[in-house]
């Protein structure tokens, strides 16, 4: 369903060691660093077809992160849940809501794990067992 994400960052630099950091628990392969024509410098993260995207934003302002805003990345099993969130926290992230865990929900058992990144942006770590 979707093409990319891209999330605004203050500091690029340390966004790009933070997100190579956490993405290489999930597969995620090296950074490939971009600057657009006008100097706005970007940061890409492909894998499995997917592409998270890290920008200072365009129109010069600070970045800000979305209120309700949630990027949950697949995890392969519930260590690796546990894994991403804990690798976030070890790179300055902050770990939020319950402990990395079982939830059971609606949609039946998942493994969850919250954390936000060092924009302040909500990321997920997401099993699904079956």
Known sequence: MFNHIMIGTNDIDKAKAFYEAVLKVI???KAID???????KRVFFMHGGNTLALSQ????????CANGMT????CDSPEQVKELHDVAVANGGTSIEDPPGLRETTMGPIHLSYFRDLDGHKIC???RPG
């Open 27 to 29: 597969g995620g392969g």
């Open 34 to 40: 971009n600057t657009t024509a006008d100097g706005t």
């Open 57 to 64: 934003p365009i129109d010069g302002q600070a970045a800000t």
């Open 71 to 74: 990027i949950g990345f697949k």
């Open 125 to 127: 770590g997401i099993h």
